[in-house]
């Protein structure tokens, strides 16, 4: 059974943010999507360790989080789909989105720093919900903006942040490598709301 085999597979995934105590667990998978994405940046251990082992920033000038779409075990459809295991994932892991958020006095600034959503995966929404969820967590850091950069020919990621709201705001020539290519960067504006805690 493939995953396109399951009616709706997406539907019974959990978009979660990783927690400190699975650093291990989760490392390898995400280092190896990120690979497997073209257009996506090519993370090591190393650079995605403080994405899942630190918590919230208590302080500290920089919060990172990285938010997983995982196969959820408890339902039907996706305990089928977890079976399957597509590209070898330990867990039916198969999207992430890494962000970060730099605090300031007054407002924060965030930045989506890296996503990747398994290409059997691709166009059922899990790309929209991981960014959901790292949109929430921006806001909770008391972010004004989130910033990201992406290939000018990315067309399904730029479609993908259009929708969730973000524009275009500047360009970055050359600043992709393998192949050569330019940046643009995007930009979207968040309701300021009061940070808790
Ligand atoms: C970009 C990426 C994360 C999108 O993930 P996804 O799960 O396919 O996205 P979704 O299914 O949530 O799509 C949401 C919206 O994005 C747009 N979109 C997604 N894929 C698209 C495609 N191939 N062509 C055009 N638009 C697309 C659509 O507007 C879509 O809304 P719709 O389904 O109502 O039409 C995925 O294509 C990917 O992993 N690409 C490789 C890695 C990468 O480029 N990362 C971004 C680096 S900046």
Not at 39 to 64: F, I
Not at 143 to 149: G, N, P, S, T, Y
Not at 158 to 180: H, K
Request: glycine residues 12%; charged residues 20%.
């Amino acid at each position: 059974m493939t995953p396109k085999d399951v009616p709706n597979p997406a539907a019974g995934l959990v978009v979660r943010r990783a927690e400190p105590g699975e650093v291990e667990a989760v490392l390898d998978p995400v280092v190896k999507l990120a690979k497997a994405s073209a257009t996506a940046a090519c993370w090591s251990r190393e650079a995605l360790y403080p994405y899942v082992a630190t918590g919230e920033a208590g302080g500290v000038l920089q919060a990172k989080a990285i938010f997983l779409a995982c196969a959820n075990p408890s339902a039907g459809g996706a305990a089928a789909v977890a079976g399957d295991r597509p590209l070898g994932m330990v867990d039916g892991m198969v999207g992430f989105a890494a962000f970060s958020t730099i605090m300031t006095v007054g407002a924060g600034e965030s930045t989506l720093e890296n996503m990747a959503v398994a290409g059997p995966w691709q166009k059922q929404g899990i790309g929209g919900r991981l960014l959901s969820a790292g949109l929430l967590w921006c806001r909770a850091q008391a972010a004004a903006r989130v910033f990201l950069e992406v290939r000018e020919s990315n067309r399904a990621a730029i479609a993908l942040y259009e929708r969730a709201g973000f524009s275009v705001v500047g360009n970055r020539p050359g600043y992709y490598r393998e192949p050569l290519e330019d940046g643009l960067q995007m930009r979207k504006v968040l309701g300021l709301v009061a940070r808790s805690g």
